[in-house]
């Protein structure tokens, strides 16, 4: 029996359906906004800053069994 899953009507950001914008990716995003989204992950992960990017650093450092600094100040 196949599993059914759920996939976005609409864009989150600016709320048009597939009528208006065509296809919607599976995370919700009509493909202006999902080409604006990975655009902007490039250029944090090229700049080594950002929200993004930070992210990524983190959950490289636990996924080699490290912990992040920033993580004991939140709980200090």
């Not at 655009?39 to 983190?58: C, I, Y």
């Amino acid at each position: 029996m196949g599993r059914s899953h759920f996939h976005p009507a609409r864009c989150r950001v600016c709320d048009k359906n597939e009528r208006e914008v065509g296809q919607i990716s599976q995370r919700g995003y009509c493909a202006e906004h999902a080409k604006e989204r990975m655009e902007e992950n490039v250029d944090q992960m090229l700049a080594r800053s950002g929200p993004n990017f930070t992210k990524w650093r983190h959950g490289m450092i636990r996924c080699a069994g490290g912990i992040v600094l920033d993580d004991l100040k939140d709980t200090a």
